[in-house]
């Protein structure tokens, strides 16, 4: 079974600070690998993914990933917070049923950015 | 701009009354998911039509039901909502079913049960 387990449930940085959002995977199979931001009271947003062609993947608002397969890891960096990355932000590991491209999330980590 | 639409937003309703919430989506995908999410929680997956196939996952409540009449619409429906049913429901499609597809989701719906 695949899962993905991202450390720390609450992050706060200062405006300008560097972002770095924790998610380990776990999986059998070369994972699949996703980044979803959810601002309040709104669906989940695709930040980027990973599909095994590059390990540095870049995304959306300034976010990038590195997957890297020794540390089973695919953590979410932004080098200067700003105050609108204040947000859920969930990491997924895709899988494949048959019938479906199914998502495993993990916890969630709230990103809190202050002044 | 292609899209997955969530009507309505913000839905009140009683113990017990039935409810349906609806979704459509204008990006012709195969697969349409439906998912529960609680409060400071990750989404969690009901069920999904890939095509007019109907999948449900081994732990949603026969509470919960869905229809797909066609490609673009989508419905959820719950039969005799309890207060332990008040969650965002999000709506996601995916073109296909490879594991390489993301899903786009929809705006959400958010059902209060009094």
């Known amino acids: 079974a695949q899962s993905v387990t991202q450390l720390g449930s609450h992050v706060s940085v200062s405006e300008g600070a560097l972002v770095l959002l924790r ?14 931001v959810q601002y309040p009271n709104q669906g989940l947003q695709l930040l980027l993914k990973y599909t095994s062609a590059a390990t540095l993947v870049k995304g959306i608002n300034g976010f990038e990933a590195e997957f ?6 695919f953590h979410l960096t932004k080098p200067s917070a700003h105050m609108s990355d204040a947000a859920e932000y969930f990491c997924a590991v895709g899988a494949e049923t048959g019938t479906a491209s199914k998502l ?9 950015v202050t002044l | ?33 439906w998912y529960q999410q609680k409060s400071s929680q990750a989404p969690k997956l009901l069920f999904h039509y890939y095509d007019k196939d109907f999948n449900n996952e081994a732990d949603t409540p026969d509470n919960f039901q869905s229809r797909r009449p066609n490609t673009s619409f989508c419905f959820l429906d719950i039969r005799s909502p309890g207060l332990g049913d008040a969650a965002m429901y999000l709506c996601a499609t995916s073109r296909d079913r490879g594991k390489r597809n993301e899903q786009f989701f929809g705006p959400g719906t958010r059902l209060t049960v009094l």
Request: net charge positive; with cysteine; charged share 10%.
């Open chain 1, 68 to 73: 890297k397969k020794s540390e089973t890891s």
């Open chain 1, 104 to 112: 495993t999330f993990g916890t969630g980590t709230r990103l809190q």
């Open chain 1, 23 to 36: 998610c380990n995977y776990s999986s059998s199979v070369p994972p699949y690998l996703f980044w979803y």
């Open chain 2, 1 to 33: 701009d292609a899209m997955v639409i969530q009507n309505p937003r913000y839905q009140v309703t009683q113990f017990g009354k039935p409810v349906t919430l609806s979704c459509s989506q204008t990006l012709n995908h195969n697969v349409m998911y």
